[in-house]
């Protein structure tokens, strides 16, 4: 890649309509990001190349908690190296309050990884399947103890929304909570971009989220988000959080203008339902099975066929100049594999068009 991210990108000196990665608000290249970014390492350099728990406070930190607590309308945010940290993060911070992890199949790498990262049982449920969960805990659970689920909200190749509804339901008798590794999420699903919970319309302490700035909100870095008390407890007890250098400073203040750019640009998630809407209805016309075209989901799947080679479908685009993903070997992968569309806020019609025109033509 030689150009900024965005609807048009270039690989080795030629142009693509880019439809892969998650800029799905388009931010990473707007012109107002870079500047902020072009400002900060004039006139702060790099880094602070210290802890924040040291001397490593800094102006640009603060103003990046302000505008991210001012989007999620949250009293206190956490703010760290990479969004892969966050469900560690949580669940080093809330160990005490749960005994047994149960966590979808499919879950993303870093769920899996904060699962092993307490010394506590671990049980795998199907995936989206409510009914494994309530199986896995009756079968699994010891009497007193008090279950953690884990799970993406918004899959990362599938583009599935977790039944987050179900799963706090199905806790209700046990006392469970459950944490969302959000990342795909935050910036595109529910009316303010909020992610997976504010899309269900819940607002319940027994659903705890983490996210990352390095997708759909146009910058750099993982965040975890809430009331200041559990937040202070959270920052007071991952070693995690403690022991980890902060993003750098260039990439904070990026994430800062993006992030204001988010929560004040009413149109940009409005743009990007449309487009989504008008690819499904495209693609389901070609005789894939497609959620409705009203699911806000940014990421579209196409399975494998019998009678369908995607691995032509994909260099075809190419060819053609339209960039897609196909995707083997990775969480909520369907079997024999996938195309993934990511479709953007900046994206135009016309582009769109071409795309389903260049699948059509090619199945």
């Known amino acids: 890649m ?3 991210v965005g609807p048009r990108v270039v690989f080795d000196g030629r142009e693509f309509d880019y439809f892969a990665g998650c800029s ?41 908690e302000q505008e991210a607590c001012a989007y999620f309308n949250a009293e206190k945010l956490l703010y760290f190296a990479t969004g892969y940290l966050g469900p560690a993060i949580l669940v080093q911070a809330g160990a005490s309050s749960f005994d047994h992890i149960f966590i979808d199949s499919d879950a993303h790498f870093s769920l899996w990884d904060a699962a092993q990262a307490v010394n506590k049982p671990v049980t795998p449920f199907h995936h989206l399947q409510p009914e494994s969960l309530a199986e896995k805990l009756r079968l699994e659970l010891r009497p007193g103890k008090r279950p953690l689920v884990l799970s993406d909200g ?22 469970g909570q459950v944490y969302l590794d959000d990342a795909h999420a935050v910036g595109v699903l529910g009316e303010h971009g909020w992610g997976t919970p504010e899309y269900f319309s819940l607002q319940d302490d027994r659903c705890r989220t983490c996210g990352t ?9 993982g965040v975890i988000w809430g009331e200041a008390g559990w937040a202070e ?26 992030l204001e750019i988010a929560r004040t640009s009413a149109d940009l998630r409005p743009r990007l339902w449309t487009n989504v809407k008008r690819a499904r209805d495209g693609l389901r016309a070609l005789g894939w099975a497609l959620p409705p075209s009203n699911t806000p989901a940014p990421i579209i799947c196409l ?12 260099a075809g685009l190419f060819r053609q100049g339209i ?41």
């Open 2 to 4: 030689q150009s900024p």
């Open 24 to 64: 799905y608000l388009g931010l990473q290249g707007h012109p107002e990001v870079l500047q902020a970014a072009i400002d900060a390492i004039r006139r702060y350099g790099v880094s602070t190349a210290t802890s924040r728990g040291g001397y490593g406070e800094h102006p640009i930190y603060d103003e990046l």
């Open 154 to 175: 918004l899959f990362p190749i599938s583009g599935e929304i977790a039944p987050l509804p179900a799963y706090l339901e199905l806790l209700k008798p046990y006392n």
């Open 213 to 221: 700035l390095s997708k759909a909100l146009g910058g750099y870095g």
């Open 233 to 258: 407890r959270v920052d007071r007890s991952s070693r995690i959080y403690a022991g980890a250098s902060p993003p750098p400073l260039v990439a904070a203040a990026a994430s800062a203008k993006a």
């Open 303 to 314: 399975e494998s066929r019998y009678d369908v080679s995607i691995e032509r479908i994909r």
């Open 323 to 363: 960039a897609v993903e196909l995707v083997r070997h990775y969480t909520s992968t369907p079997p024999g594999g996938a195309l993934r569309i990511a479709v953007f806020a900046a994206h135009t019609s016309e582009q769109i068009d071409r795309l389903v025109e260049g699948i059509k033509e090619l199945v």
